[in-house]
Structures are given as structure tokens and as C-alpha cells.
């Protein structure tokens, strides 16, 4: 769908959900949109306030059990994320808004019911937290590049049939199978992946952005590039 108008970014609840900077993915889109000359607006979302019915582009970001478990009510009773993620509506959901969108997660009383948009179930990992530097081959969004973040969890994700991975696991824990990261469900993309990952991945971003703008003119953002390069590099 091409935008003629405004380009509307909402980030849900960023006061619970925006450990690890993960408020910069909203950030990064408005800036890769404004670039390429759209009008775009970034609209933040409070628990105590609905999610717009009708955006361009929705961000869950990362937090810990407590947020996890204080996003869910709000989100289940606001019926306006559903409708538009059934729409189609593109949305990036990292590592809490991973679990949040899925059939379960691990939390703070036990196995709680997500909100399950994606056909994924959650659980912890075995043994110690996930943490450090992760890059992964990109498999449910064929065409792009390497992509590369830190993980920081303690949870897995266990992918349905109707799911595809994100990515193929190069370095890291990902999803805990050894094998991959994230995962890909319609216009939604789910990863453990912090950093903000759409600043050190800008063709990720794009796509998210292309998803409701059609094809996007290039854009040579000399700092993003070689923000990738220098993470690739250490990998």
C-alpha cells in the first residue's frame, strides 16, 4: 500500500517495554522515513491509553517478567492491535514483545497466555541466561542481509508450522535450538534481538517501512553502514 499522506509509527508503552534502548527502533524508522521525504509521525502509547486502530507500522519493545505481565491486560483488552496485525499491519516485536505476541510465555506465576498472534510458545531456557553478541542469516525475510544484535533473556521460542525463523543462528542463543533466531508471521517480525536491532540493521528497517510505503528510493546512510560493518567485524 503506497502512503500518501502521513506515515504513522506507534510504540506501545514504552515506559514498561523499552529495556535496552529499544525505543530507537521507532527512532531509526522515523528517520529512514523522513529521509526519503515521508511525513511521519511517532505516536507513543501509554498502558493507559488505546493502541491506534489504523497505523502504519506497531513496536513492542523488551522487559523483564514484571512489564511483561503489566503489558498483557491492557493489550488484551485493547482490541485495536489485533485488528490491525490481522490486517496485515507490519509490526516488529522484540525479545518481551516476542513472548507477548505468542500462544505462551514464561511468567512471574508460571506459564501465562499470550496474546497469541504468532503460532509460537515460549518457555525458559535451560540453564543460564542468554547473553552476548548474536548474528544470524536472514531466512524469513529472504533478501536481506546478515543481521546482527546482543540477546539479553531468558526465554526460547518454539515456532509453529505457519512460522518461519527469522534467521538461520550463526552466533548466539536465539530461540535456543541452536539453530535459529526470531520468527516471521505475516506482517509480523519477532526477535530476541536488542541493540536497537533496526539501527544496526537498516534493510530491516526498510522492510518494515515497505510493508505500507511500497518500494522506498535508496538511501546511503553512511553512520548506519558502518555502525553494520563494525558489528559484522566483530563477529
Avoid: W
Wanted: one cysteine or more; proline letters at 5%; hydrophobic letters at 40%.
Amino acid at each position: 500500500m503506497r502512503v500518501d499522506s502521513e506515515l504513522a509509527i506507534v510504540l506501545i508503552y514504552p515506559d514498561i517495554l523499552g529495556t535496552y534502548g529499544d525505543r530507537g527502533n521507532a527512532l531509526a524508522l522515523v528517520h529512514r522515513a523522513r529521509a526519503r521525504g515521508l511525513v511521519t509521525r511517532l505516536v507513543e502509547v501509554g498502558t493507559d491509553e488505546m493502541v491506534p486502530a489504523s497505523a502504519n507500522v506497531y513496536l513492542l519493545g523488551g522487559g523483564e517478567d514484571a512489564a511483561l505481565h503489566l503489558a498483557l491486560g491492557p493489550l488484551r483488552r485493547d482490541q485495536n492491535l489485533a485488528r490491525a496485525l490481522s490486517e496485515g499491519a507490519p509490526c516488529l516485536a522484540v525479545c518481551a514483545g516476542f513472548q507477548l505476541l505468542a500462544h505462551e510465555f514464561s511468567g512471574v506465576d508460571g506459564v501465562e497466555q499470550g496474546l497469541g498472534f504468532l503460532d509460537v510458545r515460549c518457555a525458559r531456557l535451560p540453564g543460564e541466561r542468554a547473553v552476548g553478541d548474536v548474528m544470524t542469516e536472514s531466512v524469513g525475510l529472504p533478501g536481506l542481509p546478515t543481521l546482527t544484535g546482543f540477546e539479553n533473556h531468558h526465554g526460547n521460542a518454539v515456532l509453529g508450522a505457519g512460522v518461519e525463523p527469522l534467521g538461520r543462528l550463526v552466533k548466539g542463543i536465539g530461540n535456543g535450538d541452536g539453530r535459529t533466531e526470531g520468527a516471521v508471521q505475516d506482517g509480523i517480525v519477532a526477535t530476541y534481538l536488542h541493540g536497537p536491532v533496526l539501527v544496526r540493521n537498516p534493510a530491516l528497517a526498510d522492510h518494515l517501512l515497505e510493508r505500507s510505503t511500497g518500494p522506498l528510493t535508496p538511501y546511503d546512510d553512511e553512520y548506519a553502514e558502518q555502525l553494520r560493518h563494525e558489528r559484522l567485524d566483530q563477529g
